[in-house]
């Protein structure tokens, strides 16, 4: 009997690495740019910022940064290493035109650390379980695993 070959270790990538854009303007525009070979629609673009409406968590998906839409669209996005600003293309959040926070763990490099120890399927934080509280700043709340690794 052979024994399987160890699983391949995640490196947890931003738009940066995944799409090679810094902002979220250039995230816009290389959506604009692959839109017929994505299959979506026109790249609605924000008309300002308006931090305060609501906050958009990212948070580590198969190895990727992404943050789901606060009005919940349903629409996730990557997110560009230093961007503080969130943008959902999908409802142009919520309707208001404007962009809003984009919060990101207080650990974001523990988070990294631990989830780039495990297999890119599995490299995901917080857990399906603890996204809600994680969104609410419940973090007491969350899993010790979830506290752990990102330290909260």
């Avoid at 160890?6 to 490196?11: E, I, K, L, Q, T």
């Avoid at 979220?24 to 070979?37: F, G, P, S, T």
């Avoid at 988070?111 to 973090?139: I, K």
């Amino acid at each position: 009997m052979t024994t399987p070959a160890p699983a391949r270790r995640s490196r947890i990538e931003y738009a940066d690495e995944l799409f090679g854009v810094g902002t979220l303007e250039a995230y816009l525009d290389w959506l604009d740019a692959h839109r017929d070979q994505l299959g979506v629609p026109y790249v609605p673009r924000p008309v300002g910022d308006a931090p305060e409406q609501a906050t958009a968590w990212a948070r580590v998906d198969h190895a990727r940064w992404i943050a789901d839409c606060p009005w919940r669209c349903g629409a996730s996005h990557a997110t560009p290493r230093n961007e503080t600003r969130f943008w959902c293309t999908g409802c142009a959040n919520g309707g208001t035109g404007k962009t809003c926070r984009l919060q990101w763990p207080v650990e974001r490099a523990r988070v990294e650390l631990n989830m780039s120890t495990l297999p890119t399927t599995l490299a995901s934080w917080p857990c399906a379980e603890d996204l809600g509280r994680y969104a609410a700043g419940e973090y007491a709340a969350m899993c010790e695993p979830d506290r752990r690794i990102g330290a909260l």
